[in-house]
């Protein structure tokens, strides 16, 4: 069990190798540079993370993943509403032109190893966990008669859930926020009852 300090030492460690690998992907990173960046001593840093870089890249995406969720709240945790769903909508279109490359999506799918079994792992339970926010928002919709009554929750989070992560992953590429933009407005749109599309952020 680490104490209060201990664990702000760690943390420290993980946020500064984020931010590294953000910027210049794992294969630019080394532990050096690490220690140099995080003012880490060796020996402090194999006491936080005994396996060195395989276990301090374990920690590093469990920390992007984190990110993600954390970039969209409170909205994402309260999408009772059509106009929480514009809010969210407005965050994540902010967030995302705001990052554009140095996303912490991208850091975790793009960056970090995805081959291997326990950062599948992390990034399979950040998909649920983002998934359930937006199912029970459908259903929320639903229930207060703001959506058409016949949509399968599940299936339009699904939907929403894929707009925004292939439009960021487009954007990445592309440096273009139209994909992100527009995949999510049309996967917005069709939760609504009328004809009224949702408000676009910018022309």
Not at 98 to 115: F, H, I, W
Not at 149 to 157: G, P, Q, S, T
Request: hydrophobic share 40%.
């Amino acid at each position: 069990m680490l104490t209060t300090r201990g664990a702000a030492t760690r943390q420290r460690i993980i946020t500064g190798a984020a931010a590294l690998i953000r910027d210049h992907g794992v294969a630019g990173v080394s532990l050096d540079d690490i220690r140099a960046a995080t003012s880490t001593s060796k020996s402090q840093l194999f006491h936080y993370f005994p396996q060195g870089k395989s276990d301090l890249l374990l920690a590093v995406a469990e920390y992007e993943a984190e990110q993600v969720l954390a970039d969209q709240q409170p909205m994402l945790g309260d999408l009772t509403s059509w106009q929480k769903w514009q809010a969210w909508r407005e965050r994540v279109i902010e967030k995302y032109d705001a990052q554009r490359a140095g996303c912490p999506l991208s850091a975790l799918t793009a960056q970090l190893d995805v081959a291997r079994p326990a950062t599948q792992g992390i990034i399979t339970r950040l998909y649920d966990r983002w998934h359930t926010h937006l199912a029970e928002g459908v259903q929320a919709l639903k229930d207060s008669g703001e959506a058409d009554a016949r949509l399968d929750a599940d299936a339009a989070a699904t939907a929403i859930l894929t707009a925004v992560t292939g439009g960021a992953t487009l954007l990445q590429a592309t440096d273009s926020l139209t994909y992100l933009e527009t995949s999510l407005d049309q996967a917005l749109n069709a939760l609504r009852r009328d004809e009224t599309p949702v408000a676009r952020v910018r022309s």
